[in-house]
């Protein structure tokens, strides 16, 4: 392991593990955030306290739940490198030596009174507010929204099927007239096979 780097695990990781997961473009961007800041350890000299010091820095600019899913892949892919890929790890599986930050309740604030119509009138004709106008319509996740492709939608039926929900289970949308309008005026504008033109 003396010339084995965090970095080196990462993109084996990336390469072979994140094509079969949910969400991979996501996890991607936290890859390169470890990457970033902890890629160049090598597993010789990869302490507890660098991990800590990773969370640490990470706490002053996201919340404790990004930091726990950038660590969760961190502690994710040592597992993978102990059991399956034959690479010993001298100090164990750091992640599970420190301690994780603790998340806040879940946020269960609703908007109110104009606070709908205020955000709707500052992103009005962007595709940030036709994203905002499909949430508020149809209580879809983020995640949901932006994985719509054309063939999802009937709008003879005024209706989405959602592929990649939470559970793995498709699940059937039923949208309002406004939800409607806002996918049909997408549709006549996307070439895209992606109905929503947003990155994730």
């Given at each position: 392991?003396?010339?084995?780097?965090v970095?080196?695990?990462?993109?084996?990781?990336?390469k072979?593990?994140?094509?079969?997961?949910?969400?991979?473009?996501?996890?991607?961007?936290?890859?390169?955030?470890?990457?970033?800041?902890?890629?160049?350890?090598?597993?010789?000299?990869?302490?507890?306290?660098?991990?800590?010091g990773?969370?640490?820095?990470?706490?002053?600019?996201?919340s404790?739940?990004?930091?726990?899913?950038?660590?969760?892949?961190?502690?994710?892919?040592l597992?993978?490198?102990?059991?399956?890929?034959?690479?010993?790890?001298?100090?164990?599986?750091?992640?599970q030596q420190?301690?994780?930050?603790?998340?806040?309740?879940?946020?269960?604030?609703?908007?109110?009174?104009s606070?709908?119509?205020?955000?709707?009138?500052?992103?009005?004709?962007?595709?940030?507010?036709?994203?905002?106008?499909?949430?508020?319509?149809?209580?879809?996740?983020?995640?949901?929204?932006l994985?719509?492709?054309?063939?999802?939608?009937d709008?003879?039926?005024?209706a989405?099927?959602?592929?990649?929900?939470?559970?793995g289970?498709?699940?059937?949308?039923?949208?309002?007239?406004?939800?409607?309008?806002?996918?049909?005026?997408l549709?006549?504008?996307?070439?895209a096979?992606?109905?929503?033109?947003?990155?994730?």
């Amino acid at each position: 392991t003396n010339h084995i780097t965090v970095v080196a695990l990462l993109t084996r990781y990336q390469k072979e593990v994140l094509p079969l997961l949910k969400g991979s473009k996501t996890e991607a961007y936290r890859i390169k955030t470890l990457t970033r800041l902890l890629g160049a350890h090598f597993l010789n000299d990869f302490k507890a306290s660098d991990v800590a010091g990773y969370r640490d820095q990470r706490l002053k600019t996201v919340s404790a739940a990004s930091v726990l899913r950038e660590l969760g892949i961190l502690r994710r892919t040592l597992n993978l490198a102990a059991k399956e890929w034959d690479i010993p790890l001298p100090s164990g599986n750091l992640v599970q030596q420190i301690t994780l930050p603790r998340t806040d309740p879940a946020r269960k604030r609703r908007l109110q009174g104009s606070e709908a119509e205020c955000l709707l009138a500052n992103t009005s004709n962007t595709p940030l507010g036709a994203a905002i106008n499909l949430a508020l319509e149809t209580a879809m996740r983020r995640s949901e929204l932006l994985s719509i492709r054309k063939s999802d939608i009937d709008l003879n039926l005024s209706a989405v099927s959602i592929k990649s929900t939470k559970n793995g289970e498709e699940r059937i949308v039923p949208l309002s007239s406004t939800a409607r309008a806002v996918l049909k005026q997408l549709l006549d504008k996307q070439a895209a096979s992606h109905v929503v033109p947003i990155h994730r």
